[in-house]
């Protein structure tokens, strides 16, 4: 019997270890998409995982941390509480409206979110101004990677060193993502399940195979586009502007103003008072005032903050340019769309039909 018994044990133990053998075998990975720890591809994942600080230079004029929500800030003597990434927009509308000199004090305290996503609250206007002097200063060069997303969930596999599959994990964004990375060891194997999907800074989207095209592809772009690491709060406010926007806008609302223009470095506000703007799907436009009526062309192309309206009325030579779409304004009711060309031209359509 005991006998027997041991016959038994040894059968499946040898059709176990031939399943697990065979298990091995089936799961074995390409060296491609294997993911190893202190290799270029996982420092190269690592920043581009970064907690990016720049996102509210408005308020902290720091690159290397944000601030944790919710907050209160209070803006030119206006209280804001600062409970999402929309609220930047509101203190930038408070800035916009004064004509004074802007200040903005944070009460504290508040708790700062470094790079590596670990949290230091900070009590005293001291301390927060200890952590920004440590900063690099504006557009200085850092190691986050900016212009290039990966899209979420993410899933990963781990084994160990024969190759047996330990745990799948799924990785749900950049905090995880990088909390993985700085966990990989030498004792484990690690892959992620392909096909990856990436979004460049102008949204379009790389479906990556394995992790050599993923190297190629996020060291391509490093330095492709404007990472923002800058103070200037109206240098990016078309970042997510497009084309079908700027088009339904302008045609959907009927006799557009000219509250502010300038060419030259010269101010032209009053040039066009109580003159009516329109523009048509078919590309046309007209402008109205005192009874007189010219036409004109206005097209549109580009993206993101690269838009640009060229607007040609021969009748009105200060309007005609290849402007810049700077920014689509809601602060009051009144909806305003800034253009320009460089430092030295500006114009600024107004209409309260939004």
């Not at 010269?266 to 402008?287: K, L, P, Q, R, W």
């Amino acid at each position: 019997m005991k006998l027997k018994a041991f016959l038994i044990f040894l059968i499946l133990s040898s059709i176990l270890s031939s399943c697990r053998k065979e298990e091995r075998e089936l799961i074995q990975t390409p060296e491609d998409e294997i993911l190893e720890a202190n290799t270029n591809i996982a420092s190269l994942i690592r920043r581009t995982a970064y907690n990016d600080g720049s996102l509210d230079n408005i308020v902290d004029r720091a690159n290397c941390f944000d601030i944790a929500f919710p907050y209160t800030v209070n803006v030119n003597g206006v209280d804001i509480d600062v409970n999402s990434d929309s609220d930047y927009a509101v203190i930038e509308c408070v800035f916009d409206q004064s004509e004074e000199d802007n200040t903005l004090n944070i009460e504290f305290p508040i708790t700062i979110i470094l790079s590596d996503y670990s949290e230091v609250t900070i009590n005293t206007l001291e301390e927060f101004e200890s952590y920004t002097d440590s900063c690099n200063s504006e557009n200085e060069y850092d190691d986050d990677i900016e212009c290039i997303d990966f899209t979420f969930p993410i899933e990963a596999s781990i084994f160990n060193p024969n190759n047996e599959l330990l745990e799948t994990i799924t990785i749900e964004n950049d905090n995880q993502l990088f909390d993985f990375i700085d966990d990989l060891d030498e004792d484990t194997i690690t892959t992620f399940n392909f096909p990856l999907t990436l979004i460049l800074f102008d949204n379009s989207e790389v479906v990556i195979n394995n992790f050599d095209e993923l190297e190629i592809v996020i060291d391509y772009s490093i330095n492709l586009c404007d990472e923002d690491d800058d103070y200037d709060y109206s240098d990016d406010d078309c970042d997510d502007c497009t084309i079908s926007e700027i088009e339904s806008l302008l045609t959907s609302c009927s006799n557009w103003n000219v509250n502010r223009l300038k060419r030259n470095a010269i101010d032209y506000d009053n040039a066009y008072y109580n003159y009516d703007f329109n523009f048509f799907s078919d590309g046309t436009m007209s402008v109205y005032w005192s009874s007189i009526i010219e036409y004109g062309t206005w097209t549109a192309s580009g993206f993101g903050n690269n838009i640009e309206v060229i607007i040609n009325v021969p009748a009105l030579p200060l309007c005609n340019n290849n402007w810049i779409l700077q920014e689509i304004k809601n602060c009051t009711d009144d909806t305003e769309i800034n253009f320009v060309v460089g430092d030295d031209d500006r114009i600024q359509y107004f209409n309260n039909c939004n």
